[in-house]
């Protein structure tokens, strides 16, 4: 039986901390819930959007040379977000200059069910699902 169900957060590595932390609050409503070691070299934040938080670390700037995010042979794929309507999101991302892959219509999988991938500034991929509903 496990011990928890809740999942507290993703954490994330940046190029640019404080560009990563304008993305999120700008497209998503992500707001800094808490900051670690505050006007350190070390510092590091918690980003909230209801139950989900992403901490966003200063990624070692020697070890990154021009390395971006992205999926992961094994490990992360990406990040997904629901939205009421997607093209209202996505018309907020290509204003900000971020070109989303073309929408995916998915109706043989789910009725009304449309998703966008793309990437963030740190080239993480990021997915929009609009009308996904569980099963159960």
Not at 10 to 27: G, S, T, V
Not at 42 to 53: C, H, N, P, T
Not at 85 to 107: F, N
Request: proline share 5%; net charge negative.
């Amino acid at each position: 039986m496990p011990t928890t169900n809740t999942i507290n957060h993703l954490a994330l590595n940046c190029r640019n901390l404080a560009a990563q932390e304008a993305f999120y609050a700008r497209h998503f409503g992500f707001k800094r819930s808490r900051t670690f070691n505050a006007g350190k070299a070390d510092e590091f934040f918690m980003l909230k959007l209801g139950s989900i938080r992403l901490e966003m670390f200063q990624a070692d700037r020697a070890k990154a040379g021009d390395a971006k995010g992205g999926e992961q042979t094994v490990g992360f794929k990406h990040l997904a977000f629901d939205v009421p309507k997607l093209e209202p999101v996505i018309e907020g991302l290509k204003a900000d200059g971020i070109v989303p892959d073309p929408i995916i219509e998915l109706p043989q999988l789910l009725a009304g069910f449309r998703i966008v991938f793309f990437r963030d500034p740190e080239g993480n991929i990021l997915e929009l699902m609009e009308g996904y509903r569980d099963e159960v």
